[in-house]
């Protein structure tokens, strides 16, 4: 295979994109002098604003650790930076949650999620616990665990032989179809009954969808529905919150919207 030389590559995207200069709060700026209304904070991540005195103090922060502290193993140390956030995110979540991991990325999140899952289970005695079933639509990132799980068939086409095939269920969508397949917890109770409960680790969703469905809000009793389903039978439960969490939805995580 011959790769493109690099200038050609670049020139060649910057034909096909605008070349971002810098940013002004909620707008960004190419080059040419463009002004582009930032108004998702980029793939809905950016939710600070670029520019100005709270991003100079971010910076800020980020080069006083670097400089002191540029990178630990976290498998032999811990860090008082990491202890603190730890110690900060943990004081907001809901029940009893109080364990916190960081990773680079929500597509890492998702993976680590999902083996931590398969580990609970092996480690509770029930090894023939692996299966992970998820929603169409969904976006669960693109790693290959991740996408797997993902209700998102343009993304997964070209991959599909490197994909395991998890069992997938609708999504509800009480816009489009509020009394569809998905409305309830009644399709996940009929996939796990299909796969045989024996089988299933764990269920991950985006409490509120995100980047697939645009915001979609379940009714008020699905989740309740969808937790005692997940209890009867042993099941983990993955609340997917890269997207909704963090305070996007007017709460620190979207599940509180539904008492999960």
Known sequence: MRFPDS??????????????AHAEGTWIVADDGRRWLDASGGAVVANLGHGGPLAGAIADAVAEEIRGLGYVNGTQFTHRAVEDLARELTAETPGDLDFAYFLASGSEAVEAAVKLARQFQVESGKPEKWKVISRVPSYHG???????????????????????????IPAPDI????????ASAAALEAEILRQGAESVAAFIAEPIGGSSSGAMVPSQGYWDE?????????????????????????????CEHFDL
């Open 226 to 254: 969808v937790a005692a389903v997940c209890r009867r039978n042993d099941i983990l439960l993955i609340a997917d919150e890269v997207l909704c969490g963090m305070g996007r939805t007017g709460r620190m995580f979207a």
């Open 175 to 182: 816009y489009r179809d509020p009394l569809g397949p998905g």
């Open 142 to 168: 693109n790693t290959l665990a991740a996408l797997a799980l993902s209700g998102r068939e343009h993304y997964r086409t070209i991959y599909g032989p490197l994909l395991l095939d998890f069992p997938r």
């Open 7 to 20: 200038a050609v590559f670049y020139r060649k995207l910057r034909h096909d994109f605008p070349l971002a």
